[in-house]
């Protein structure tokens, strides 16, 4: 078990005072058998009325209420204690129905995967088609296993990683053209390339952390200290596995997840609006930071 403190700042600046609507907030993480949340605080400046609900998904929502106050700085600031169980080698007891792809999932598991095993992007050239087949063994039976994680460590290997602070997600077949991308943009390849040889996958976005920032090893993974994003795939008898096609991991060790969703655009951390003069948006600041503590320290 590892103890993580771990602080998201959004700040937003504007040239001229501004009046804040309504602002939706995914910072909390998903508790689990896997993840358990110590303590949380969440400080908004300028002050709101705060109430939470949970998502389609699951997800836990902060929605804050201004109440229709004037001001040219906000900011949010999310401070949370975790204990984290991640496993650094898991294995996944696969059904053995679906050890090697093709597989059809059980009739009962159709309906409750809903749209996330449906494609959602247009390949009409069948270029994303012809990548995730890339991966098969020809002819015969693939191991399913094997397989995604060769796709996840193709991503890691022959893509360029580019940060990106704009909002909104390449489409797979940009990133495709471009050979480069952001953790999201990489996410949603591997999702839809998994979706086109008929997987269900989810979405994730969260949080890695990196014990290198805490001088513990070099452990050379890319994401650290922003929000990070990722995908799940679901494989009978072993569930929803993550896959980080970033860098290359399969399994949640340094993995914290805050969003599960269908598709990127519904698991934006802040999501909000203002009344004011079209130029009077600045800039918006992002800093997180993740470090290990003994588990007698307490979040500040």
Known sequence: MTRIALTHVTTYRYGAPVTLGEHKMMFRPRDSHDLHIVEATLVL???????????VFGNSITIADFQGASTDFL???????????????????????????????????????????????????????????????????TATLEMLSAMNRAISAEFSYAARDTEGT???????ERGSG????FALLMMEAVRSLGLAARFVSGYLY?????????????????????????????????FDPTNALVGGENLIRVAVTRDPSQAVPITGSFAGPGNAFLSMEVEVTLHRQDQNIQVA
């Open 210 to 242: 990196d014990p290198a920032l805490d001088g513990r090893n070099a452990s050379g993974t890319v994401g650290a200290g922003a929000t990070h994003a990722w995908l799940q795939v679901y494989l009978p008898g072993a569930g929803w596995v993550e």
């Open 45 to 55: 400046s300028p002050v709101a009325e705060v109430r939470w609900m949970h998502d």
């Open 182 to 185: 952001s953790c999201r943009d």
């Open 75 to 141: 900011r949010f600031e999310s401070k949370i204690l975790l204990d984290h169980f991640g496993l650094s080698e898991p294995t996944y007891p696969i059904a053995a129905y679906a050890e090697t792809f093709p597989f059809t999932y059980d009739a009962d598991l159709v309906a409750d995967l809903g749209r996330t095993n449906e494609r959602h992007y247009p390949d009409p050239d069948h270029r994303l088609d012809a990548w995730a087949r890339r991966f098969l063994d020809e002819p015969g039976e």
């Open 170 to 176: 390449q489409t797979p077949l940009e990133t495709l």
